[in-house]
Nanobody, 124 residues
Framework: QVQMVESGGGLVQAGGSLRLSCTASGLSAVNLYMGWFRQAPGKERERVSCISTSGATKIYVDSVKGRFTISRDNAKNTLYLQMNSLKPDDTAMYYC?????????????????WGQGTQVTVSS
């Protein structure tokens, strides 16, 4: 019954911007730690960013610090990722994930709730 649906991916030139959205249904987002993950072909999935239930804690992988911003609107059950100054290395399938467990504190813990993914492609 719990679903996560991503949107906002697309094809952009290097230096461009995209805003990803992820809307949850079946659960109230106020109880969920949420994050963005990405996976490129032939590579392991990595955590891009994570946000606590209230939004007080935000974590970013070093490669996106200063370029990406994570936020959430619990009234809308929605998670966002604003991506600026995009690079070809950012090309990947982006997934939102959520869990009642603090996935921000536990770096190696994979969320149990996943969206279907949205493709981000950055051309040079």
């Amino acid at each position: 019954q719990v679903q996560m649906v991503e949107s906002g991916g697309g094809l952009v030139q290097a230096g461009g911007s995209l805003r990803l959205s992820c809307t949850a249904s079946g659960l109230s987002a106020v109880n969920l730690y949420m994050g963005w993950f990405r996976q490129a072909p032939g590579k392991e999935r990595e955590r891009v960013s994570c946000i606590s239930t209230s939004g007080a804690t935000k974590i970013y992988v070093d490669s996106v610090k200063g370029r990406f911003t994570i936020s959430r609107d619990n009234a809308k059950n929605t998670l966002y990722l604003q991506m600026n100054s995009l690079k070809p290395d950012d090309t990947a399938m982006y997934y939102c994930g959520a869990d009642l467990v603090d996935i921000c504190y536990y770096n190696k813990y994979d969320p149990r709730i996943w969206g279907q993914g949205t493709q981000v492609t950055v051309s040079s």
